[in-house]
């Protein structure tokens, strides 16, 4: 519970009447938390635009430019590049990155869903 208050900002776990609902639950809430991002970053990317003369963003890239399209990845590729990662991690990380290749095979698919969905 700790973990939930702290890490997602949940007070207390969402009330349900089965597994099916709480896991709804969560997905919403995540789901929003993800709006949330995409939306402060494109009003950012706005933001720092509008304050360039260059018609550029800090990068130097053109502002017209947006990430409106991605290319989906397969499992293969997925696991692959979650292999190739190495195995660091600090007190912040939820779950050390060795755990975290270890439960990889009962993870990968929701990983995967979250990935193309995002």
């Given at each position: 519970h700790h973990l939930l208050d702290k890490e997602f900002g949940f007070k207390q776990l969402p009330s349900s009447t089965n597994d099916m609902d709480?896991?709804?639950?969560?997905?919403s809430h995540f789901k929003d938390k993800v709006n949330k991002i995409y939306c402060d970053i494109k009003k950012n990317h706005t933001k720092i635009c509008?304050?360039?003369?260059?018609?550029?963003?800090?990068?130097?890239?053109?502002?017209?430019?947006?990430f409106s399209t991605f290319s989906v990845i397969s499992i293969e590729q997925l696991l692959s590049i979650a292999k190739e990662l190495p195995?660091?991690?600090?007190?912040?990380?939820?779950?050390?990155?060795?755990?975290?290749?270890?439960?990889?095979?009962?993870?990968?698919?929701?990983?995967?869903?979250i990935v193309n969905e995002s």
């Amino acid at each position: 519970h700790h973990l939930l208050d702290k890490e997602f900002g949940f007070k207390q776990l969402p009330s349900s009447t089965n597994d099916m609902d709480l896991a709804d639950s969560f997905k919403s809430h995540f789901k929003d938390k993800v709006n949330k991002i995409y939306c402060d970053i494109k009003k950012n990317h706005t933001k720092i635009c509008n304050d360039q003369s260059t018609g550029a963003d800090l990068g130097g890239n053109p502002c017209a430019k947006n990430f409106s399209t991605f290319s989906v990845i397969s499992i293969e590729q997925l696991l692959s590049i979650a292999k190739e990662l190495p195995n660091k991690s600090c007190d912040l990380d939820i779950m050390p990155m060795w755990l975290f290749k270890e439960c990889l095979p009962e993870l990968i698919d929701i990983i995967h869903y979250i990935v193309n969905e995002s």
